[in-house]
């Protein structure tokens, strides 16, 4: 399939990076508005994700996007990034909530706040037909490929597959930190 129409297929959301200080100012594109947000998120008392014999684990797509952000950075020289089930948590969530709305995708302008323990944090959003095919959306927006081959050291990714819609996909990286999250988690 040729390029363009892989990417006309994939949808993305721009890339985002909070960092602690300075003027605090945000500026995002292709944002819901808070008040669908919250309601599509509910609040910190949301049950926890899917357990198995009361543990945590990573599905297909949260386990292929994770080798694959880390197969690319091998290929730059970079260093690996950890897994973090506290971040594919707050990932999985955020994917949950834009899956089940059926509105498109945006950044969880929250994340800020759901995500403990960080002092440098992003996140790609996006969502597509497969996991491969929406790696390489992201790997060709210089605004993710950004995210991706930034000096993090952590990653969480959090996915959702759903009949007729796709894989709904939020990564997010974390620098410095061991993160946590506020919710009941893994």
Not at 124 to 144: D, Q, V
Request: a positive charge; glycine letters at 10%; hydrophobic letters at 40%.
């Amino acid at each position: 399939m040729p390029p363009n129409r892989a990417l006309a297929r994939t949808s993305l959301a721009a890339s985002l990076v909070i960092a602690l200080g300075g003027s605090g100012a945000v500026s995002l594109a292709s944002v819901a508005p808070a008040a669908s947000v919250g309601q599509a998120l509910g609040d910190q008392r949301v049950a926890p994700a899917s357990r198995s014999r009361g543990r945590w684990h990573w599905n297909t797509g949260e386990r292929c996007m994770m080798r694959l952000i880390n197969r690319q950075r091998a290929r730059r020289g970079l260093k690996r990034l950890r897994w973090d089930r506290q971040l594919s948590f707050v990932g999985r969530k955020h994917a949950k909530a834009m899956a089940a709305t059926g509105r498109g995708i945006w950044h969880d302008p929250y994340l800020y706040r759901r995500v403990t323990n960080w002092k440098r944090i992003g996140q790609n959003t996006g969502a597509g037909a497969r996991c491969h095919k929406l790696f390489w959306t992201f790997r060709r927006s210089p605004a993710h490929r950004r995210n991706i081959l930034s000096h993090w050291r952590y990653v969480g990714v959090g996915s959702v597959l759903r009949r007729g819609r796709g894989l709904y996909v939020q990564q997010i990286f974390e620098a410095s930190r061991n993160p946590g999250n506020v919710f009941r988690s893994p």
